[in-house]
């Protein structure tokens, strides 16, 4: 049994013992509930005050019963206590009641399911950019490890609505399903997607395949019918890498040296109905002077897309720019627009 089951268990035994001691008074010596409390209390602690009442044979033999109990349940108490102590439940339930205080104060972070290399990588990508992270995994040794570099984390099983409320999903930005099992991740973007039907789910696929002669089928469109916003798979994103690399490597290494040297980045910014840059033209509004970025892209509303907007194309309510520029240009553009 553990400590913490056998501490609670003590408990509920002094308790269960005081209860009785009260009853047995109140059969016994026909006492009031007052009197009984008073005299089963000091019984219990052994502090010997003066009894309310001369008790009868019975009443004294009743005594020596409620002592004897009371003494074993409370010895059996203080040593559940101290093993809680030793074992360092009591440090670790304070721990887990300050990480949990610190996950309820946040809002718009993103949940990692599954830390494993993926994950380890997103967070460190993540916190480039100051994104406020909650790992959700099951592995104590992990937890451990992300305690020691103070990310925050719930131990438990990504796939019950219990943990995945616990790392703050009613109120979190986004949530990434990065377990290695497809199974696994289908069954997150389930749950998470009846919980929050408008969360934005980014899910990991390990079976990329989309050709239907292969024996397994893609587990990408099994994730999008869960309620994946996105479906990633590392398998493809290596090997699109690899085949620029061959094809286009000036092209990759452009791009590699300015995210390494973090001038350039790419970003989207999203219009929303009190920004001063609605029902502007591209050519009239100063995100370039402002903001130092060029638009390459707007995403309408709608889910239209216009790729290399004509200078005269015109910004709507609801719009997301695809910008390119100097690092940090959608918080340039954030505050330009407030």
Same mark, same amino acid.
């Given at each position: 049994?553990?400590?913490?089951?056998?501490?609670?268990?003590?408990?509920?035994?002094?308790?269960?013992?005081?209860? *009785?001691?009260?009853?047995?008074?109140?059969?016994?010596?026909?006492?009031?509930?007052?009197?009984?409390?008073?005299?089963?209390?000091?019984?219990?602690?052994?502090?010997?005050?003066?009894?309310?009442?001369?008790?009868?044979?019975?009443?004294?033999?009743?005594?020596?019963?409620?002592?004897?109990?009371?003494?074993?349940?409370?010895?059996?108490?203080?040593?559940?206590?101290?093993?809680? %102590?030793?074992?360092?439940?009591?440090?670790?339930?304070?721990?887990?009641?300050?990480?949990?205080?610190?996950?309820?104060?946040?809002?718009?972070?993103?949940?990692?399911?599954?830390?494993?290399?993926?994950?380890?990588?997103?967070?460190?990508?993540?916190?480039?950019?100051?994104?406020?992270?909650? *790992?959700?995994?099951?592995?104590?040794?992990?937890?451990?490890?992300?305690?020691?570099?103070?990310?925050?984390?719930?131990?438990?099983?990504?796939?019950?609505?219990?943990?995945?409320?616990?790392?703050?999903?009613? *109120?979190? $930005?986004?949530?990434? %399903?990065?377990?290695?099992?497809?199974?696994?991740?289908?069954?997150?973007?389930?749950?998470?997607?009846?919980?929050?039907? $408008?969360?934005?789910?980014?899910?990991? %696929?390990?079976?990329?395949?989309?050709?239907?002669?292969?024996?397994?089928?893609?587990?990408?469109?099994?994730?999008?019918?869960?309620?994946?916003?996105?479906?990633?798979?590392?398998?493809?994103?290596?090997?699109?890498? *690899?085949?620029?690399?061959?094809?286009?490597?000036?092209?990759?290494?452009?791009?590699?040296?300015?995210?390494?040297?973090?001038?350039?980045?790419?970003?989207?910014?999203?219009?929303?109905?009190?920004?001063?840059?609605?029902?502007?033209?591209?050519?009239?509004?100063?995100?370039?002077?402002?903001?130092?970025?060029?638009?390459?892209?707007?995403?309408? %509303?709608?889910?239209?897309?216009?790729?290399?907007?004509?200078?005269?194309?015109?910004?709507?309510?609801?719009?997301?720019?695809?910008?390119?520029?100097?690092?940090?240009?959608?918080?340039?553009?954030?505050?330009?627009?407030?």
């Amino acid at each position: 049994m553990s400590p913490k089951r056998r501490l609670l268990l003590s408990i509920l035994l002094v308790a269960g013992i005081y209860v *009785v001691g009260v009853v047995g008074y109140v059969v016994i010596e026909d006492s009031a509930i007052f009197d009984a409390m008073y005299m089963t209390t000091i019984t219990l602690s052994t502090v010997g005050f003066r009894e309310t009442v001369d008790l009868h044979p019975a009443g004294r033999a009743w005594t020596i019963v409620v002592i004897t109990l009371g003494v074993t349940g409370v010895s059996f108490a203080i040593t559940s206590l101290v093993s809680l %102590a030793v074992s360092g439940d009591i440090n670790t339930l304070v721990g887990r009641r300050k990480l949990q205080s610190a996950i309820n104060q946040l809002e718009n972070h993103v949940i990692l399911c599954g830390y494993g290399r993926m994950g380890e990588l997103t967070i460190k990508n993540l916190q480039k950019m100051n994104v406020e992270i909650v *790992v959700i995994e099951r592995d104590a040794d992990i937890c451990q490890k992300l305690r020691e570099q103070n990310i925050l984390y719930v131990q438990g099983d990504a796939t019950e609505e219990e943990t995945l409320t616990e790392a703050g999903l009613m *109120v979190c $930005g986004a949530l990434l %399903a990065s377990l290695s099992s497809d199974a696994e991740n289908v069954y997150i973007t389930l749950t998470a997607r009846g919980l929050r039907p $408008g969360l934005t789910i980014v899910a990991r %696929a390990e079976q990329p395949s989309t050709e239907p002669k292969l024996e397994q089928p893609s587990t990408e469109p099994k994730l999008k019918r869960a309620g994946a916003t996105r479906v990633v798979c590392p398998q493809i994103i290596g090997a699109t890498k *690899v085949s620029n690399i061959l094809t286009r490597p000036n092209v990759v290494d452009f791009f590699e040296v300015a995210a390494e040297g973090i001038e350039l980045e790419m970003d989207e910014f999203v219009v929303e109905h009190h920004s001063p840059l609605c029902d502007m033209t591209l050519k009239d509004a100063p995100i370039r002077e402002k903001a130092g970025a060029t638009v390459v892209a707007i995403k309408r %509303a709608t889910g239209e897309a216009v790729y290399q907007p004509d200078p005269n194309e015109r910004i709507r309510q609801g719009d997301i720019l695809i910008m390119i520029g100097q690092a940090g240009v959608s918080n340039r553009l954030r505050n330009l627009t407030r």
